[in-house]
């Protein structure tokens, strides 16, 4: 009998290391303070720093220098215990059953088959380009009190699609180019909501990096989003500085347009990061400032600080982790936490 089992979990240990599978992750939690005018909120909250997640993922050579893969990832509520709901917008999913799902791989779930000369082919479930460049270039990762005051300002353009097929281009010179398509998946006789057509062109060469974004998502049978972005940063060793500005444009509603200075540096043995942001629309104008400092206790696991206020004008009202404040009024806030990665 101990013969069998041995030979079991030795097969089975066989196949996983033939197919490079591993499980990973990140837990993240924080301690979050929220002020405004109206009212203040203090809870202990997640992805402080970087986002709750568990993940599988895999890979296979299968010949002529092409590879197959896996990616699922599921975002967590690791305050709570729970799953994270997947969306709506490119999906067989109504609105009220948001969030009704239990554990989804809403962050991720794609197969791929990749090569060196010609790129990689993605299908499923994944980041949208536009997006990513928010969050390479937002010294807070658009994570936590910290995060870029413009992140995810595009409404339905967001930050992932499902039903999409992307091909991410080898890098030639520095020049690499990700193409993404996102389906609704809706009968012929009815409006295309859903759809949608991304792309991101990027310039990686030393210090300097460099890109542009768009993403636009058919959210009605009159309607659209679009949003895009313009980025950089260069690495001066002592400090990496980020600028980005974007723009959404939503038909029926009035542009909204951002723009983001920051930087990183190493400090102390850990890490520095501060920014300035400000988002407008329709003459409502917030403005951000946020500074915090990562102290690396590991490889694998740091713990964080953050501070930010955000100054209101123009009849806005934004206000931070969770607070509520009163039009042209200010808001303040911050977080504590330790991030553990596997």
């Known amino acids: ?181 996102y389906m609704g998946e809706n009968a012929s006789t009815a409006a295309k909501v859903g759809d949608g057509n991304a792309y991101r062109v990027t310039f990686d060469k030393n210090a300097l990096s460099l890109a542009y974004a768009n993403s636009k998502t058919t959210t009605g049978a009159t309607t659209t989003n679009e949003t895009s972005n313009i980025a950089g940063s260069y690495d001066l060793k002592v400090a990496k500085l980020i600028a980005m500005k974007t723009t959404t444009k939503n038909t029926n509603a009035a542009d909204i347009n951002g723009r983001l200075v920051g930087a990183t540096a190493p400090v102390a043995g850990g890490t520095l990061r501060v920014s300035y942001g400000q988002t407008e629309q329709a003459g409502k104008i917030a403005k951000k400032t946020a500074i915090g400092f990562v102290n690396p206790l590991s490889k694998r696991t740091d713990v964080y600080v953050t501070y930010a206020t955000i100054d209101n004008s123009g009849g806005s009202t934004a206000a931070l982790n969770g607070a509520v404040t009163g039009a042209n009024k200010s808001s303040s806030g911050y977080d504590i936490g330790i991030k553990h990665s596997f």
Do not use: C, H
């Open 1 to 181: 009998m101990k013969k069998m089992v041995m030979a079991t979990v030795l097969a089975a240990t066989t196949v996983v290391a033939s197919a490079q599978m591993s499980w990973f992750g990140i837990v993240d939690a924080r301690y979050a303070v929220g002020n405004g005018s109206t009212s203040n909120v203090t809870a202990l909250r997640n992805s402080g720093m970087a986002a709750s997640r568990l993940g599988l993922r895999g890979s296979e050579t299968i010949g002529n220098d092409m590879k197959a893969s896996f990616w699922l990832e599921a975002a967590l509520n690791n305050d709570d215990g729970t799953g994270f709901a997947s969306s709506v917008q490119n999906q067989d999913q109504t609105a009220a059953g948001a969030g009704t799902q239990g554990l989804t791989f809403n962050r991720r779930s794609t197969v791929s088959l990749e090569n060196a000369r010609f790129g990689e082919l993605r299908l499923g479930r994944d980041y949208t380009p536009q997006f990513w460049s928010e969050t390479a270039f937002d010294p807070f990762g658009t994570q936590g009190v910290g995060q870029n005051v413009a992140y995810n300002k595009g409404g339905n353009t967001g930050v992932r699609a499902s039903n999409s097929i992307a091909w991410l281009s080898p890098s030639v010179g520095g020049l690499a180019l990700w193409a993404q398509t």
